[in-house]
């Protein structure tokens, strides 16, 4: 892959997952990193992050159905220490149950009718659709897996020498992953038969009524796989007008004109190949809701019809290359990301990325025309009100309606609107 | 503002890059604002122009927030009198305790509409009728949104309320004032704050100092100096050294049973905190050090950690720790663990090699933060929001290398020794 332009190197290390549970994908994750956090028998924990901070090494653990990923980026004059250095961590581990026991609490998702935070409610989803439901938290002792050789290894850097020394380091890890991942691949193999996880989530309406919120978050949500790439990116242009930022329309709409909300925003979040989660909200005074909703439906209505300005869809076209520009060449995970969405099993040589020859080819003015084909329908979004006032009427509670109890994980729900929908 | 900020939570997150030095040039035909400065740099194709007025939220009047519906009219009138087509860019304006913050970014093509961004944020804020007016309850959302999603911002509040015994100043009383905000406090507030010999002006990056010392004349060159400068009774707030408050609350909001800990430290005998700059740093990343290795890496009592220390123009200290629990572990044991922790801080004495590493700490930081466009636009405000010069990082390094070992020790000897606390045992109810 191209080398970062920001003056650091980067590899990810990728370990092959065939959709763990929620609960499995959690435990792995604090597995991978409670074993670098934790030190050695030789080094404290306080001794490694000391090295690490020093030396501006920074290290990530990321998951996705498919894949279990450590992400290590450092200043290019640090990359081959940094390699030197987890190396030892890899084989000389102390695996603190204490250590396994905090990652596992930091790394576990926050309850988002508790927070109200839009960006609580997308780790809710984007958990509840990644993994298989249900499963138990690993013991502190199931993490003790050692690391067996990755299955792909993602280079980002022009450092001379840095794919010898990458692969100087995966010949000294164990060959036999699937031995060696013994934890990792039990839990594999006890899901082996089970069948993939559907890539929807249901309509209807999910309600937490919070007694003593003033306020409340509005957001709607849709999980889609699309034809193609292109399809993808149009709709992305098209939900970014709608909502991603100053410029946009639920901004000038909700919050300059209706002066309703501060933070109106839409995201568009791509969690696999034509695969994306696409989310309107906005927070507003508890009595106002309705009314926030009906423009928000207003607003996305006439944007599917064909109606968004030129100017505006322009404009955020350009802001939306320029951000996948920025992110490929400055953010090592998310090309990592892209990559592993493209190619999930590697390749070798030259590669392409479609995304990108895709983002290319994006017309703002096929995409106005056509923007019923980008966008589904309203009604195939799910509704989620979080904090006081009203509860929703009659109309919005006939597609599906659940109530959320108090300190309950939205997968409750999701799960009871989608038991009713079947 | 001498902010330094600290998290733990299990991963460093730093910066790397191709780094020049960085010389801080004070500009002099700027007309009446306190100080203009050009800090050139040759690693990005991008200029930006700070405008700092050197009032925040500590300057707020009754009620509570005014500074802060202060800047939004601002930012907003400016970028409607300039742009004429707000939909073009995002409104980059930040309200911090002691210093608003207005950034215009651009290229370095763009620097002459940047400037004339900046200019218009002195000028009485005009905005279209009833507009102004419903941005109060845009700032009743955004608090209230903020109030929400972060259980650290009421804690710390309530901490500070308890420590001066106050609800101003230093103390705030935002949500409770919320009702009363009006239009009237806020331009009043611009009236009296933003005043160009309140306001500073720091233009970097891609820009030749002379063209920069052109720009600042021409459109600050007619702005004229008004003496005295706005007064800051906030800066004499002092604690009653004797006070160890302690108050025990109950909330569903909180994720974990929380401690928040806040102590109020003085100088003795030191009025102003220009010149010990290098100290500071150097003797707060020796406190960082010591306070995460003993109540992060050596127990498992604390799931997250998060240490701020503000450093204020007077020279007096405020540091504040703030500590999600692990599950099972009780308030009255962290606090114990923690005022424990404080007092013993000193035991092992600081050795020459641990000042010299916590030097370098600092320098190796500061390189890495400057390598990214927002962590050196920040590194220059630091102090600089105080009313002193910017300082680049390699000014930074440069005054911390000047630093001697005994104001470091006498520094973190200020900080460790007893002083006026306000204590939050915040537990996590269902």
């Known amino acids: 892959m191209p080398a970062l332009r920001n003056g650091l190197s980067a590899l990810t290390f990728v370990w092959s997952l065939d959709q763990p549970t929620n609960s499995q994908a959690l435990a792995l994750k604090a597995g991978l990193s409670s074993t670098i956090s934790g030190g050695t028998e030789n080094r404290s924990a306080y001794s490694v992050a000391d090295f690490l901070w020093l030396k501006g090494i920074e290290y990530r653990v990321a998951s996705t159905a498919q894949h279990l990923m450590l992400t290590i980026t450092a200043p290019d004059e640090n990359i081959l220490t940094a390699l030197d250095y987890f190396e030892v961590l ?31 409610v997308l780790n809710e989803i984007a958990y509840y659709l990644d993994y298989l439901p249900g499963g138990e938290t690993q013991s502190a002792q199931d993490h003790r897996y050692r690391f067996g050789r990755p ?9 001379s020498g840095i794919e010898r020394r990458a692969t100087r380091l995966i010949d000294t890890l164990p060959a036999a992953k699937r031995q060696t991942l013994s934890s990792v691949w039990k839990w594999i193999t006890s899901y082996f038969e089970m069948d993939d996880q559907p890539y929807s989530l249901p309509t209807g309406t999910i309600h937490f009524h919070d007694t003593d919120a003033t306020e409340m978050l509005v957001l709607l949500i849709k999980a889609k796989t699309f034809q193609d790439t292109a399809q993808l990116l149009g709709a992305n242009l098209l939900v970014d007008y709608i909502g991603a930022n100053q410029g946009s329309e639920m901004f000038q709409i909700i919050r300059q004109d209706m002066r309703a909300a501060y933070d109106p925003r839409s995201d568009f979040i791509i969690m696999g190949k034509n695969k994306a989660i696409m989310t309107l909200s906005a927070t507003t005074k508890a009595t106002n809701w309705p009314d926030v909703y009906q423009r928000i439906k207003d607003i996305y209505i006439a944007t599917r019809a064909g109606n968004a300005e030129m100017a505006g869809l322009n404009l955020q076209h350009s802001t939306m290359d320029r951000g996948y520009a920025f992110d490929f060449f400055m953010d090592s995970e998310f090309g990592a990301l892209h990559y592993l969405h493209e190619h999930p099993t590697g390749t070798d040589g030259t590669f392409n990325l479609s995304f990108f020859t895709a983002l290319e080819n994006v017309s703002p003015v096929k995409v106005k025309l056509n923007a019923h084909a980008f966008l589904p329908p309203w009604n195939d979004f799910l509704l989620i009100l979080i904090g006081g006032g009203e509860p929703p009427n009659a109309e919005l509670k006939s597609k599906g309606y659940c109530v959320l109890p108090k300190n309950t994980p939205l997968s409750y729900c999701l799960d009871s609107l989608t038991g009713a929908h079947s | 503002m001498h902010v330094f900020k600290f998290f733990l939570s299990g991963l460093f997150i730093l910066f790397g890059g191709t780094l020049h030095a960085q010389d801080v040039i004070p500009l002099t035909d700027k007309g009446g604002l306190h100080a203009a400065y050009v800090v050139p740099t040759d690693v990005r194709d991008r200029v930006d122009v700070q405008l700092i007025v050197l009032s925040g939220a500590h300057d ?10 202060t800047e939004h009219l601002a930012a907003f009138s400016a970028d409607a009198t300039v742009l004429r087509q707000p939909r073009e860019r995002d409104i980059h304006a930040t309200i911090h305790n002691v210093a608003t913050v207005y950034t215009n970014s651009g290229t370095p093509d763009e620097v002459d509409k940047l400037m004339r961004l900046s200019r218009a944020v002195l000028d009485s804020p005009k905005l279209p009728d009833g507009f102004a007016e419903s941005e109060i309850d845009i700032l009743h959302r955004e608090t209230l949104l903020r109030e929400r999603q972060s259980s650290y911002r009421w804690l710390q509040r309530k901490a500070l309320q308890n420590l001066y015994g ?9 949500i409770d004032d919320l009702p009363k905000l009006n239009l009237e406090a806020a331009y009043q507030f611009h009236k009296e704050h933003y005043v160009p010999s309140n306001v500073s002006l720091i233009i970097s990056g891609n820009i030749a100092p002379d063209d920069a010392a052109e720009l600042v004349a021409k459109y600050f060159k007619d702005t004229v100096h008004t003496a005295p400068p706005p007064d800051k009774p906030w800066l004499a707030q002092r604690p009653d050294p004797a006070l160890r408050y302690v108050e025990r609350i109950q909330s569903d909001r909180l994720m974990h049973d929380t401690v928040q800990l806040v102590k109020f430290v003085e100088f003795e005998g030191r009025t102003t905190s220009v010149d010990m700059q290098g100290a500071f740093f150097i003797a707060t990343t020796i406190l960082q050090n010591r306070l995460s290795k003993a109540l992060y890496y050596d127990t498992n009592q604390f799931l997250k950690m998060e240490i701020d220390i503000y450093f204020s123009k007077a020279a007096d200290l405020e540091l504040s720790i703030i500590a999600e629990l692990m599950p099972g572990v009780s308030l009255e044991d962290a606090h114990d663990t923690l005022n424990t922790t404080l007092a013993g801080l000193l035991k092992t004495p600081i050795s020459p090699q641990e000042i010299k ?26 102090v600089a929001a105080d009313g002193f010069p910017p300082v680049s990082p390699s000014i ?3 005054t911390l290398n000047a630093t001697s070992d005994q104001d470091v020790i006498e520094f973190m000897t200020s900080i460790v020794s007893p002083a006026a606390t306000s204590v939050i045992l915040a537990e996590k109810a269902d």
């Open chain 2, 60 to 69: 707020d009047p009754e009620p509570s927030g005014t500074a802060h519906l």
């Open chain 1, 151 to 159: 299955d792909q290894v993602i280079i980002r850097s022009d450092v």
């Open chain 1, 90 to 120: 890899f084989h000389d581990a102390s695996y603190s149950k204490d250590w396994y026991a905090r990652e596992l609490q930091q790394l576990g998702l926050r309850i988002s009718s508790k927070t109200g935070r839009p960006e609580d």
């Open chain 2, 357 to 382: 590493r916590a030097r370098h700490q600092q320098i190796e930081g500061a390189q890495n933060v400057a390598r990214r466009a927002s962590g050196f636009l920040y590194f220059l405000l630091n």
């Open chain 2, 166 to 174: 106050s609800l101003r100043g230093r103390a705030n009383n935002t």
């Open chain 2, 396 to 398: 930074f390094t440069h």
